[in-house]
């Protein structure tokens, strides 16, 4: 069997709905980071395989600033991660409701 | 100065105004007395200059505000705004010169300058969007006045007002900018200047569906049954100020829109919603006056009673011949002062004795007779006695509205007998009898600052009653121009038969909208 | 062998990137100043801001021009799309930037002010923003969208305190998310397309008479997810509420504007030619969310206690008021949502800088929350002027005529109106009336309620300084005077709208 | 001649105006003699403007200004003194002259002595316009002037609940009478486009039938409620609460005729629907009977010589419905003269008794009081139709019309009834001045009224005695504007035998009541004999239980509605559906707001939510869009179009 661009883009979105399940289930904000990355790469396979099929660089840029991207994300979020840790000692998401209604 | 004279009557009071927050407080009411007088010679000078053999818009100026949406600073009166104007002027001068001591006494003065900004500029306005904006800031005053001096409820009371007619004016305001897009499709520019809309024929479908929007934002105004309930918390809890300028002056607005906008642009579908409007007005009429019956607070009684007049108006105001809307708007006029002074008296025992039932007091015809007497006089011009003031205009509109159905017109003029009802039996408990309950043994008679206030409306309630022609001749020949236009404008047969033609009025260019769509 | 790459500089066009460079130049040029000698005094760097964003307002002045005599023009590897919207909403971003950045200048100390960083990554930010409404290629977009984020994240986080650190938090998880669609969303529009330029997206799919039109959907809602999340239209609106409460009053205000404009150019951009296509889906959906997020929004504004955060469902309710001009999408609705964000750019601002001057060090004992409506009670007594003002806001954020806000929502329906939408008219206009309350209520505190007892009114100025008076009276002249720049506005945003192709 | 018009109608106002300069002042003399002078003024002017009738002169008529004008409406102050309003002027001011100044001396004791003879001459000012208008709406002008005077007089003693009460009855009936006349106005104007007595006359000659009978139907409703016929007529009894001078000229002499006064000026447009004009006849012919009935049984001075009025008032709609509008104008005339006379006569007995009003408690007064005693019985006499007095020309006369239009049942109901008239005047003279003196059981000492009281008096004295006379003049002078019928019997032995059987048949009734109630067994009722517990007097006694029914069938349900409509219709329909939108948006918002839980887990899972709600709708519509075909045929495999 060979491996088309539909395996690909199917990986994909299997991926991106394993982030979002990680994104709406976990509770502490570390692996929320993780998913949320897991978002972004799984969009990252995709744009690659397309960029392939279509012989185009574009999605093959767009994949690259994706990762740029989701690499300064991931500094700014753990820069809050620390912080937050500092004050409270936890990254538990519950106790991050002090704001409501 | 004549050719900006409504631009001086509109704002001097709010200029006036910015002035007065730097006035000393002991000396604020004297400012503010003289203001308003200022204001009040200038209103005459404006009935002096005016030509009452035209029929048309004088005084007109026009500035451009948003050219790019046709959107003019454009004023003018003829004879149907001129005397609100002038009513206006009057109540304002004579409100705050019998303001009785209030906290705060400075704001509310100021509060009133701005309000007579915007009462001025609703009447003046020729353009719709001038018209809405005067109409929704007379909004902001009333708050004030109602929410910071007003009784126990009085913030419930202000924001129902203030809500529940703005959410009318919303609707109003939807329908205005279809009325601009149609005279958008008829001619390929946007203009919001009434005149131009006059000359706008609509097909009647179109006609049913604004006539209903403008109607929702004019009926909360005036304001009629079913959407009458903010009016006796307003008045309730509203200082005696507020009740007289709120039922002597804003509630006109309504009214007045009806026959600024309603019946020369949609005639037709004027003619379609007479009847239905005719009942509710009557509506209106009866059961209101058994409202009032009810009362045990007699500024309920007033309040009440002036839904029930409005009903009086909004019948004349569907007559649809010039009998019934002269009428009408005579009776805008004699009502405001009628109602006006009926609780500019409301206020005077309130000011002795801090309540307003009826049920404390009794007798007072022993302890307060000249108050006894005025508040007769008024009495007897509210329930429409001949040679007062209100009787010329409940006359001529229900003359007027009786060419159109004589079974409502019968209906309708229940009003005389309800409206007896309700005001000789709040008369009765309040007057009559022996004085039964201590505290009102001594009460002073009307002092000379409550006069000052009385005695003109007195003057006025039986002068225009026994001579309205100053007043009814200039009304007389635009209500005619305006009968004629409709009659013109009209497209049913229906219309054509019910709305008068008058040949001698003036012949009006066209525009035919009915490509539109 | 490869052909070296040829590129003339006249093509590239270098000009169109001068509006985004002068703010980043302006951050570096802070950033060295501080590593050169640190501690200096803040309003130092809040002069440099202020002096770079100015710069950039004369660089869009320029690009107007030229807007003007030769219409859109492309730069930069065609990567750069300067045409009218692009230009209109930079002046938006960058006017609104230069009412805040003053804010800044507070007579209480405030943690994040001392930091040169702030203003770095503050000018940092509006380029990013600038970025994103100057192009219409997505990888662009979402550099700029990212760019401009991350560092409002941190801005957000830099008002040290517990509450902006949580909503620093919330903002970024859910902005991450809504990263994630974004890219997705665009990943689906490449595989339909094959390219990532609007333009050329839109000319693809007409070319195929929208074959796919499932994915399409697929497509359009992972993008509606990504910009409902910016524009926080219900149910994506969730963090605005928090995250307004938990940032200072000045960055509400700020937040509530510049990010939104900045994701209605994009949307724009992507959903109209959509609906001009006879996507009907995308307009039954967008009717839909126009309605609710008015609705929604309004009536949770209704019950709160704190004015901060009714202001920010207001804002939330404003976002879906203007969002009915891109379901219009004809070009006097497209002028309409100018209209309407500049008007609203000078009283949302205002009325949040007056929630700023009136912020006090600490919170006092009796007060629920910095802001709350009882703080607020008699103040006409014991601050008049500033009472009136804060009214004005109130009264115009309602709609009340001749005020700013009254002129973009009379064009916004105008609008509707032509554009056949009678019933969305309706109902904006009826929300309007149930906008009318809470605004009325924050005026029924001020003018009807006695003064908490020992309120000697200091506490509404607390923070005043000229600067801040001077940006408030700003925003109340441009308020009360609205009426007369109009015209003027109205004017100049048609033509270029009109222009664009809008 | 104009001048003296403006002085007949303005000198009443002047008076009126000068009293009321006194009215919050203490009683002073000067605020009753000068009214009083006034009205003598404007009597004079009245003579002359007689004289100058009778002498042939020529109709004076005179507009002095406008009044409305509007559209095709044009109403001016217009004054006419023509045959018909001068005879009416004459009456008024004649009638009331003399009550002026009866009243200095009937309110001498009285705190309001200023304030009444304002009101007073007010009222005189009223009925002037009434009936000196030549148009309908100053009729009207005139119509509700009086309404308001009666108000204020009836209500003069405010203290008094019963007082008020009455002046609020008697105004508010009065507007529902007064609503049927307004729509007759406007019938009027609407179809004949002017609101002038001569040419809204002479353009009914064209119109319908029916719309002529609506007009006359409307406008007789008017009538009714001011000359108080049946159903309207309760108000009048109760009105007996005023003070007596108000009840001699207002409730007797002059403002309750204004009805008949209408009709009569109505003349060519009620010639025109003579079914309308037998309505008014036999309605007039009930109401006569009706009212007498009650007066037989009632204990109270007052209402009993209301009740009289009442019943000749039917007497005279029976003569302007049967198209004898001289007759019944003529027997107006009449009748306010020995009316007004009665009461005054009335009012010195009260007085004499220290307002006690049931005659059954006097008795013998006529000892105490000779003059009095002479010219209420004077006054029963030509009340009752005693030749040569007043009444018998004008009453008889009105016998004579119903018997000549051959209506006999109005006939035999006018005879029987002028037989009750005979019966309970003389009941009443007969109790007040004759047998046992039965108030010394409650020690009161009558005295004779003032001496100038009795000579004001005098006048309608004489007028009652000798007004007969002037038949034929009056006949002459107002039949140059209405209908000049001559009612003659044709046999001359009918004639005879009519006027003599119907004179033996009162006289008969007035022995009758002399040999009931002039001997001394008469005692105070207690409510004990069997008299008084028969159905039929209670039926009486309690007019026919008319108030009652007012009260539990239209007060109540009325009071009873309007506390329904306020506190339930409008409080809590009305305002609660307006306050229920805006709690059930507020409510919305309190409900809904834990949506905002504050947790970022849910914050995000909203956001998926949303994102997977809109993928589904985006996967239905894709679907429904991609299988459209086959959806069209499953679709119209079912029938759906």
Known sequence: MEIGLNHYLVLSTILFAIGLVGVMRRKNLLLLFFATEILLNSVNIAFAAISHYYGDLTGQMFAFFVIAIAASEVAVGLGLLIVWHKRHGKIDLDQMSTMKG | ?517 | MLEPVNVSMESLNLMTLAPMLIPIIGALLIIVIDIIKGGLDKTLYVGLSLLFLLMDFGSLLEASGVFAQSGTVMGVFDVMLIDGLAILSQFIIVGASMLFIPLALTHNRFHEFSYPEFFALFLFMISGFQFMVATDNLILIFVGLETASLALYTLIAMHNRDKSFEAAVKYFTMGALAAGFYSFGSMVFYALTGSVEINQMATVLAANNYADIGYVLVGVVFMLASFGFKLSLVPFHTWAPDVYEGASAAMAGFMSIVPKIAAFIVVMRLFEFLIHSGVVWLEIILYIFVIVTMTAANIWALVQTDVKRMLAYSSVSHAGFVMAAILIGTTQANSALFLYWALFTFTNLGSFSMLWISRQKHLPAHQASDHSYDKFAGMIQTAPIAAVIMALFMLSLAGIPPFALFWGKLYMISSAVTGGYTVLALIMALNSAIAGYYYLKLIIYMFMKEPVVGNDGHVYVANSTLALKSIIGFAAVGTIFALVAVNPLLEFITSFVYNSGY | MEIYLYLALFSPLAGSLFAALFGASPRTKIAGIVPSFLLFVSFVSSTVLLTHILSGGDIVQVEMMTWMATGDLYIPFGFVVDQVSVTMMMVVTVVSTVVHIYSIGYMDHDKGFNRFFSYLSAFVFSMMVLVMSDNFAGLFIGWEGVGLCSWLLIGFWYHKESATWAANEAFIMNRIADLGMLIGIFLVYWNTGTLQYAEAFAAMGDLDTEILTWMGIFLFIGAMGKSAQFPLHTWLADAMEGPTPVSALIHAATMVTAGVYLVVRANPLYDLIPHVGLFIASLGAFVALFAASMALVNRDMKRIIAYSTLSQLGYMFVAAGLGAYWVALFHLMAHAFFKALLFLGAGNVMHAMHDELDPFKMGGLKKAMKWTFIMMTLASVALAGIYPFAGFFSKDLILEVAMIEHHYIIYSVLLFTAGLTAFYSFRLVALIFHGEERYKLFGVHPHEAYKFMLIAMSPLLILAIIAGSFKMTYFEMVTAVLPATEYHVHSAVTYWIMTIGTQVFVILAIAFAYKKYANSSVQVPDGTSVMENRFCYKVLSNQYYIPYFFEEYLVKPYRELSTVFWKQVDLKVVDATVDGIAKAIYGTGEKTRGMQSGNLSTMLKWMVAGTVALLSLAVVFGLAVRYSGEIKTILSGLGVQ
């Not at chain 2, 009325?179 to 000359?199: C, H, K, N, P």
């Not at chain 2, 009810?294 to 009903?311: I, L, N």
């Not at chain 2, 040679?387 to 009786?402: H, P």
């Not at chain 2, 009802?421 to 002073?444: D, H, Q, R």
């Open chain 2, 1 to 517: 100065m004549l050719d900006h004279i409504l631009s001086i009557l509109i704002f001097f009071p709010a200029l006036a105004a910015m002035f007065g927050f730097m006035i000393q407080k002991d000396s604020i009411r004297a400012y503010g007395v003289a203001v308003a007088t200022i204001e009040f010679v200038l209103s005459l000078w404006l009935w002096f200059a005016f030509d009452s053999n035209v029929s048309g818009m004088q005084f007109m100026e026009q500035l451009p505000l948003i050219p790019a949406f046709g959107i003019n600073y454009i004023l003018g009166v003829d004879g149907i705004s001129l005397f609100i104007i002038i009513l206006s002027a009057f109540f304002t001068m004579i409100g705050i010169a019998s303001l009785t001591d209030t906290k705060n006494v400075k704001n509310m003065i100021v509060t009133l300058l701005f309000l007579q900004m915007t009462m001025v500029g609703v009447f003046a306005a020729l353009d719709a969007i001038v018209f809405y904006i005067f109409w929704e800031l007379s909004l902001v005053p009333m708050l004030y006045i109602i929410g910071a001096w007003g009784g126990p409820l009085r913030v419930y009371a202000s924001v129902k007002f203030f809500l529940y007619t703005f959410a009318g004016s919303l609707v109003m305001l939807v329908g205005m900018l279809f009325m601009a897009y149609f005279y958008y499709q008829a001619t390929g520019m946007w203009s919001f200047a009434i005149l131009d809309w006059y000359r706008l024929i609509l097909p009647e479908t179109f006609q049913l569906w604004l006539f209903a929007a403008f109607f929702i934002g004019f009926a909360i105004k005036v304001p009629m049954f079913p959407f009458h309930t903010w009016l006796p918390y307003a008045h309730g809890q509203a200082p005696t100020i507020g009740s007289v300028i709120l039922a002597a002056i804003l509630l006109k607005m309504g009214t007045y829109a009806f026959i600024r906008f309603s019946l020369p642009m949609f005639p037709d579908a004027s003619v379609f919603f007479m009847f239905p409007i005719a009942i509710i007005a009557i509506i209106m009429i009866i059961y209101t006056a058994m409202v009032a019956y009810a009362q045990e607070d007699v500024k309920q009684v007033v309040a009440y009673s002036s839904v029930s007049h409005m009903g009086v108006i909004i019948i004349g105001t569907f007559a649809l011949n010039v009998e019934g809307i002269s009428g009408s708007i005579f009776l805008m006029i004699a009502h405001g002062v009628v109602s006006g002074a009926l609780f500019l008296l409301v206020g005077v025992i309130y000011d002795r004795r801090h309540t307003k039932m009826m049920s404390e007091f009794g007798g007072l015809a022993h302890v307060m007779p000249r108050y006894a007497t005025i508040f007769g006089l008024m009495l007897m011009a509210s329930v429409g006695m001949p040679l007062t003031i209100n009787f010329v205009g409940e006359f001529l509109s229900l003359l007027g509205f009786y060419q159109q159905s004589h079974i409502l017109t019968l209906l309708a003029g229940i009003a005389i007998v309800v409206g007896a009802i309700y005001m000789l039996a709040a008369y009765k408990k309040m007057f009559f009898g022996e004085v039964t309950n201590e505290k009102n043994s001594n009460l002073p008679d009307v002092n000379k600052r409550e006069l000052l206030a009385l005695i003109p409306l007195s003057i006025i309630t039986i002068w225009l009653g026994v001579y309205p022609k100053p007043v009814l001749e200039p009304i007389n020949n635009s209500v005619e121009s305006i009968v004629q236009l409709m009659h013109d404008k009209s497209i049913t047969q229906e219309a054509k038969s019910r709305i008068p033609n008058l040949v001698k009025g003036v012949e009006i260019s066209r525009t035919t909208a009915g490509e539109a769509h």
